[in-house]
């Protein structure tokens, strides 16, 4: 590494490491949103009501399908407009702008939310009905039924596809630099394009995605140890 080189790392170091805390707070928030909408989304398709499951599978087929860039794309830019004209219409005059922060945090939220609904919904339905009929015979209320059964039979099967939308998320979050949103990406861009080192910046992008993801995959190992407590051990394949 030359002596301009090493400048531009350290010059760069500071708006790098706020990049790559502004991916983090992006990636925290969208998941624990989208988490929250897999658990709606869930519900939804395994209710008994008929319009409500095809309302939940219309949202996660559809989502699913469309890539996330052009989501963003459209949510940033069509969404202003949008919000322009309503307010226009009400006789509020100016132009409405989303937020860089808020387009990254809704488009993954409400992405995270269509694959979280169909891996929550596998898990719940790996569940041995006896013991769902069993919180019934006992009189269990939906809730207590659904955090003291559901939940914890729930999470042995689901917290392996629940890690890989997560590491998937960090890496989609890359997608918001289209907007011009100074997330991780974004920075390395303009640190690579203004320094000219373009090897030494993205480089340092890999190893910061692969710090991320490598400490997310120990955690969720270690927390995928902890609720298969007292199970059986499986042999790898």
């Known amino acids: 590494m030359n002596k301009v080189s090493q400048e531009g790392l350290l010059d760069w170091a500071g708006p790098i490491l706020q990049g790559a805390l502004t991916t983090l707070e992006i990636a925290v928030l969208a998941y624990a ?94 569940i041995p009905r006896g013991q769902l009929e069993a919180a019934d015979a006992f009189g269990f209320s939906a809730w207590t039924r659904f955090h003291r059964i559901v939940v914890p039979a729930m999470l042995p099967n689901a917290l392996p596809g629940m890690s890989n939308l997560w590491l998937i998320l960090i890496k989609d979050t890359a997608l918001i630099s289209v907007i011009g949103f100074s997330e991780l990406f ?24 692969l710090a991320m993801t490598l400490s997310s995959t120990a955690l969720f190992t270690r927390l995928e140890r902890r609720v298969r407590r007292g199970q059986p051990l499986r042999e790898e394949a």
Do not use: C, D, K
Not at 57 to 76: D, G, K
Not at 92 to 117: D, E, K, R, S, W
Not at 186 to 208: E, K, N, P
């Open 186 to 209: 974004f920075t390395i861009q303009q640190a690579a394009a203004s320094t000219r080192a373009h090897f030494l910046f993205y480089a340092a992008a890999g190893v910061i995605y």
């Open 33 to 126: 949103i989208g988490l929250l909408l897999g658990l709606l989304g869930a519900s939804a398709r395994l209710s008994p009501w008929a319009p409500l499951r095809g309302l939940a599978t219309a949202y996660s087929t559809a989502v699913r399908a469309v890539p996330e860039l052009l989501l963003i794309i459209l949510l940033y830019y069509a969404g202003s407009q949008a919000l322009t004209a309503l307010t226009n219409a009400l006789g509020l005059p100016g132009q409405v702008a989303i937020n860089g922060f808020v387009t990254a945090v809704g488009v993954l939220a409400f992405v995270q939310g269509a694959y979280m609904t169909e891996v929550l919904r596998g898990a719940i339905l790996a």
